[in-house]
């Protein structure tokens, strides 16, 4: 089966292979293992040594970004959010679930967040302590760009927070360069192309000390991560994870090093979701964002007039292809992912799937 939701992705065979072994996550071996681990990821985040520290989590991306959201954005306090996409309208959600003021930057999920928009809405916010932003929109597959943003940010004396969930591991993050950037997240499951299991924040750590107290949960407050690690060690956990998936992502690591690093694997993912756009374009279907808003993550399609939307994603699966079973834009579309370990190959494959299930829906426009 290829896999091709943008997260979970398709990992490589010894990603998986590196979770055949019990852990005791507590013991001194492990230690050294987290503690590199964790410098590895602050390094692909253009984290500073001393300054900038990562802070796991077990759980999903909405759980570090929740924890994101509680430890640096004081209670009561106000978070801009830019609402192109899907996942912005997760984050507003979250954040007042938790207790915090919400202003919303209305944004249309066809194009990318400018910034000439946020510098209006920070100015008409002053309350605004904060932007949260979506890096990929995975609902559509536009990129929102965090240093154009961040510049913004910085200049209005603001902070920021980066869901970079579907984007960490290929598209460009460059802490040092950006001091508003309270935290970036992610998860180990997208780009970093390991399995689910742990999430992450990348953050800076005199705020995160400075935040101490406020996130109103012991589970989600970053600080109380970095408090752990300046009492016990970087190599200790707060409490049980799932270590084993810990290795797998150290091998996935090592693979990204293989790669040649993040810009290579962007490279990879852009010829991806290329072949796709052009594939797809090919068979008459219409793309839901232009060419040039088209992101390398995932690739969104209009699904043709009156198709069975469950009855298509079932008998691609049944082809082999297994793609997201459920779709996010205000328009009914279908989502490829163009992220994991997969390539050219895997892209025709797919469009050649696509091809042959719309066909025997009798919905392949191209033979309309
Ligand atoms: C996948 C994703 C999330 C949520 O991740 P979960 O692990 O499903 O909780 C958040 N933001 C973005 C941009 C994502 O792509």
């Known amino acids: 089966m290829l896999l091709l939701t943008p997260g979970p992705v398709q990992t490589h065979p010894s990603v998986r292979a590196a979770m055949d072994e019990d852990i005791a996550p507590w013991d001194a071996e492990f230690r050294p293992f987290y503690t590199s681990l964790r410098e590895r990821l602050r390094d692909i985040a253009g984290g500073v040594e001393g300054v900038h520290a990562t802070l796991p989590l077990q ?3 909405h759980m570090i970004l929740e924890a994101a959201i509680r430890t640096y954005v004081a209670p009561g306090a106000t978070i801009l959010v830019p609402m192109n996409g899907e996942y912005a309208v997760r984050i507003a959600r979250l ?6 003021v919400v202003v919303e930057l209305p ?3 066809t194009h990318a967040i400018t910034p000439g928009a946020v510098a209006a809405a920070l100015d008409a916010h002053p309350e605004a302590t904060h932007l949260a932003m979506v890096q990929s929109e995975t609902g559509s597959g536009i990129v929102n760009d965090p240093a154009v943003i961040g510049a913004v940010v910085r200049a209005a004396g603001r902070r920021m927070i980066v869901d970079a969930v579907s984007a960490f591991g290929a598209l460009p993050m460059d802490l040092a360069a950006q001091p508003e950037m309270d935290a970036v997240v992610f998860t180990s499951n997208k780009c970093l192309e390991s399995v ?3 999430a992450f924040a990348v953050a800076r750590m005199d705020r995160t000390e400075e935040c101490a107290g406020q996130a109103g949960s012991w589970s989600l407050d970053l600080s109380d991560v970095l408090a752990q690690a300046r009492r016990s060690g970087w190599g200790s956990l707060r409490f049980t994870g799932p270590v084993q998936t810990l290795r797998a992502l150290e091998v996935a690591l090592d693979r990204l090093d293989a790669e040649g690093g993040p810009a290579q694997r962007l490279t990879r993912y852009r010829a991806n979701a290329a072949r796709l756009y052009a594939g797809l374009c090919a068979l008459g279907l219409r793309p839901y964002l232009n060419q040039a808003e088209q992101g390398p993550v995932v690739v969104t399609f209009h699904q043709p007039d009156g198709m069975d939307f469950h009855g298509f994603v079932g008998a691609l699966k049944a082809r082999g292809v297994n793609i997201s079973a459920y779709y996010t834009t205000e328009a009914p579309t279908f989502r490829v992912g163009a992220i994991g370990d997969v390539g050219l190959a895997e ?3 797919a469009v050649a799937a696509i ?3 719309l ?3 009798g919905k392949l426009p191209a033979a309309a």
């Open 59 to 61: 759980g999903s991306g």
């Open 95 to 100: 954040a007042r679930e938790a207790g915090r």
């Open 107 to 109: 944004a249309e999920d």
């Open 196 to 198: 689910p299991g742990f």
């Open 347 to 349: 892209m025709d494959r």
């Open 355 to 357: 091809a042959e299930t």
């Open 359 to 361: 066909a025997a829906m």
